[in-house]
């Protein structure tokens, strides 16, 4: 059984990265040349990082909610995301624990107590990337970043090379509700500069939501309706990771039919382990959502 990761913790996670300024991978420690044997790694998004790189036998211990690839079950949890048990981390000696930008008090506490940290930022697509790379050079698994960054970016570019010249409908990215009797009441969706703002327009469309000045803004029905998507892509974890009735909000969705979206059928719940994690795995909703964006494109067939 997975353990639960409600869809407000990750929204006011995905929020106080919002708030962080843009940063580069830090390294405090003492031997910055070694090759660290004892890994703590504090979020989903870098455990399964960990993992793809073929790391997995040097993670010591991970957080209550990385529960991806199956392997990280077995292993010592050192408490949440935002409040992980200092305790606990400093009882299993890593020599090297990575964590997120939005860490910074975190490493304060590690770094006085003498355990090295490596910060990276996973906040756009570049970003996890760069974070694969970086990670990779960190504990010498170069070859094996390599490897995975070749397959995301030839991923990448088929998706571009499809989609090229066509017509870029406006596409709203919702990742949780609050949900009334009778219609949403309030909706969070994805903002700008973000990787679900760079999924979408690497998809073959363009953020119904262009504001600049929230990252995760919350919109009334009043508010859906004056955007107007022409498609709605709705973001859940996997089923036993949220407790949403998604049938119910199907029909939420279909209250608001002067949307462009609901007129045309073209509301998708996504419903993926990977939707809400900003790691290796983000790249398969890339594929599923270009397919989504752009059905009419035969995908099955390669560009010459």
Not at 88 to 109: F, N, R, S, T
């Amino acid at each position: 059984m997975r353990r639960f990761w409600p869809l407000l913790l990750f929204i006011i996670i995905f929020a106080v990265i919002a708030l962080k300024p843009d940063s580069t991978a830090v390294d405090i420690t003492k031997q910055q040349n070694d090759s660290p044997q004892r890994i703590i790694t504090l979020a989903p998004s870098i455990t399964e990082t960990a993992f793809a790189l073929g790391l997995g036998k040097k993670i010591v211990a991970v957080t209550d909610y990385c529960d991806y690839p199956a392997a990280t079950q077995d292993l010592p949890k050192v408490g949440g995301f935002i409040n992980p048990n200092l305790e606990a981390i400093v009882g299993l000696q890593p020599d090297l624990v990575i964590l997120l930008a939005e860490h910074q008090k975190i490493v304060e506490q590690l770094h006085q107590l003498n355990i090295a940290t490596f910060v990276v930022d996973n906040n756009t697509l570049a970003g996890i990337q760069h974070s694969i790379q970086q990670i990779a050079e960190r504990t010498n698994h170069q070859a094996q970043a390599a490897q995975l960054l070749n397959i995301i970016q030839d991923k990448i570019d088929r998706i571009d090379n499809k989609t090229k010249g066509l017509a870029k409908p406006k596409v709203m990215l919702a990742m949780g509700h609050s949900i009334g009797d009778n219609q949403m009441s309030s909706v969070y969706i994805a903002g700008k500069n973000d990787f679900y703002d760079d999924l979408i327009s690497l998809a073959g469309g363009q953020n119904a939501y262009q504001d600049k000045r929230l990252k995760v803004p919350t919109l009334s029905a009043e508010g859906i309706l004056k955007l107007n998507p022409d498609i709605i892509l709705d973001i859940f974890p996997e089923a036993d990771d949220h407790d949403y009735d998604l049938e119910s909000v199907k029909q939420q969705w279909r209250s608001l039919d002067l949307v462009n979206a609901v007129k045309n059928e073209k509301i998708y719940i996504i419903e993926q382990g990977y939707a809400t994690i900003p790691g290796p795995r983000i790249f398969l909703l890339l594929e599923q959502m270009a397919k989504l964006i752009h059905p009419e494109i035969n995908w099955e067939i390669e560009q010459p």
